[in-house]
């Protein structure tokens, strides 16, 4: 049901059911001391989390194992003024036990830049929450 302000809240299954359609969304993390956010290619695993593959040296890694960070991803119509957002917010912690990480390399996300030294974080979904809008009449 849409509320007066024209969106709708989406449970837990229907943001992870969305989540799955969309190959790219933002990390939201705190960067020497500030708020940062990030563009990155994922996937969710079996358990809901949400995977990302980088190289082991980047500044992501460091910046973000062990901490809570959110994790955004949308799907927007500016034609139909139309769409939905999920944020997944949860601990970030680097994959280091090797069968699990021999298991990412074949399933888990595919990095848009090509490095020697993966390695997947995951993101735990411990809470999910999102939105969706519906074109608006009138508005604009």
């Not at 994922?42 to 992501?60: I, K, N, P, Y």
Request: with cysteine; hydrophobic share 45%.
């Amino acid at each position: 049901m849409f509320h007066n302000d024209g969106f709708r809240v989406l449970d837990r299954q229907e943001c992870l059911r969305l989540l799955a359609k969309v190959p790219v969304g933002r990390v939201v993390y705190t960067r020497q001391a500030l708020p940062a956010v990030l563009p990155v290619s994922f996937s969710l695993d079996a358990d809901s989390s949400v995977l990302l593959r980088t190289s082991a040296g980047s500044g992501l890694v460091h910046a973000i194992g062990g901490v809570v960070v959110a994790f955004e991803a949308d799907d927007f119509d500016a034609a139909t003024r139309s769409g939905w957002s999920v944020v997944v917010t949860g601990r970030a912690t680097v994959v280091t036990d090797p069968a699990q990480h021999e298991r990412l390399s074949r399933v888990g996300p595919r990095s848009w830049v090509v490095t020697c030294d993966d390695v997947f974080v995951r993101i735990e979904s411990e809470m999910v929450t999102g939105r969706e809008v519906s074109g608006m009449r009138g508005a604009g």
